[in-house]
């Protein structure tokens, strides 16, 4: 099974930018679509993105699209997820996991000041 390890999250402005990182074990990470989640307090964990295996597919919510952006290095296995024009509704901890997900991380967390 693969684990994952969130980084790059932060505090910062309405507009402001952020790349959040996720490293993953295990040589099977290239052969996973690998999605990037998010919890806001007291609201259930959604998909905000997600990448195919070759990175060759992305798949964004309407709420994020145009201002994110997923992408995967597998010989690095790691995906990343760069963040522009963030708004205080972001705020969240923010996961990366297989589709359908796996044990979680810890997460990293965004928070957005208005």
């Known amino acids: 099974q693969v684990q994952f390890v969130e980084s790059g999250g932060g505090l910062v402005q309405a507009g402001g930018s952020l790349r959040l990182s996720c490293a993953a074990s295990g040589s099977t990470f290239r052969s996973l679509t690998i999605a990037w989640y998010r919890q806001a307090p007291g609201k259930q964990r959604d998909v905000v993105a997600r990448?195919?295996?070759?990175?060759?597919?992305?798949f964004y919510v309407d709420s994020v699209k145009g201002r994110f952006t997923i992408s995967r290095d597998n010989a690095q296995n790691t995906v990343y997820l760069q963040m522009n024009s963030l708004k205080p509704e972001d705020t969240a901890v923010y996961y990366c996991?297989?589709?359908?997900?796996?044990?979680w991380g810890q997460g990293t967390q965004v928070t957005v000041s208005s």
């Open positions: 990448v195919s295996s070759g990175g060759a597919s992305t």
């Open positions: 996991n297989r589709v359908p997900p796996w044990t």
